[in-house]
């Protein structure tokens, strides 16, 4: 992840518990259904620009009372990760890349595949089980996007079991 420049000073994000805490228990992340910190994965993996935003400015936490504001962290991202498509798709990755550095979120990241293949065999199940043939179609709509998030991540966290984590103990500290 980039380090952000923000009224002349330049911010670090790093993911780690901190960071954790705090979108787990965003009110504004948070869908009724799952955590802050679940909901944000989701939609990093339906490559929501709200959630690099939101990821970032929580990534910040662990600068404590100097945390910037989220509408600072979105200005600064305005001049570096938005001013691309290529800039954006690269920072999905380096999130998802980053999430997987810390050892306590990769760990949430196999949980949220886990639920979230709970979730499909419900849907799964529902759809089996219903006789009305709209509600089995949006069901399945539903399910095959479930599917595809989840798949995106499995191989993501596969093709980074089999490769060296990087060597970097900045994104480890929990200041």
Do not use: C
């Not at 802050?36 to 989701?42: D, R």
């Not at 990755?93 to 949980?111: M, S, V, Y």
């Not at 419900?122 to 009305?132: A, F, L, W, Y």
């Not at 043939?133 to 798949?151: F, P, R």
């Amino acid at each position: 992840m980039e380090k952000l420049t923000i009224n002349n000073a330049v911010y670090e994000p790093k993911l780690n518990f901190k960071f954790y805490r705090q979108t787990r228990d965003d009110k504004e992340l948070q869908d009724g259904r799952q955590d802050g910190f679940s909901a944000l994965i989701g939609a990093l993996l339906d490559e929501d620009v709200d959630a690099i935003v939101a990821t970032y400015y929580h990534a910040l936490a662990w600068y404590r009372r100097n945390q910037p504001s989220e509408s600072d962290v979105e200005e600064a991202l305005e001049s570096t990760v938005f001013v691309s498509d290529e800039a954006t798709d690269k920072a999905f990755d380096d999130i998802l890349n980053a999430l997987q550095a810390n050892d306590f979120l990769a760990r949430k990241l196999r949980q949220y595949v886990k639920d979230s293949d709970k979730n499909a065999d419900m849907v799964q199940k529902q759809i089996d089980q219903t006789k009305d043939e709209d509600k089995a179609s949006n069901l399945a709509i539903g399910l095959k996007q479930l599917t595809a998030e989840t798949n995106k991540l499995r191989d993501l966290l596969k093709s980074n079991e089999s490769s060296p984590k990087p060597d970097d103990a900045g994104l480890h500290q929990q200041s």
